[in-house]
């Protein structure tokens, strides 16, 4: 399984004075999903974009999402790859 990366998440806050009110991540890494380029690389993409309007219960117009490969973590900071808002694992399983 491969880590990947959120960022430039696009939270839709209307209604919010200011995004900062809503106290949502800016990145967000995600554990155990599927290699890229594999056959169900498309599926985890569309199973990520649910999984984080469900679990931060905002929905998103987007974000960037990239491979990210953890040689060291240190609490929240990641080698190579600065700060990290918030942690998911993928626990959608996908058809082989």
Not at 22 to 43: D, M, R
Not at 48 to 60: L, M, N, P, R, Y
């Amino acid at each position: 399984m491969t880590h990947y990366l959120l960022s430039r998440i696009e939270w839709d806050c209307d209604g919010y004075d200011s995004k900062a009110d809503c106290a949502l991540p800016a990145t967000i890494l995600v554990i155990n999903g599927p290699e890229k380029g594999s056959s169900q690389y498309e599926e985890f993409e569309d199973v990520v974009a649910s999984e984080i309007t469900e679990i931060f219960g905002f929905c998103h117009k987007g974000f960037k999402i990239d491979e990210c490969h953890l040689n060291s973590v240190r609490g929240p900071r990641l080698g190579g790859i600065g700060w990290v808002d918030a942690v998911i694992s993928c626990r959608h399983r996908f058809s082989t």
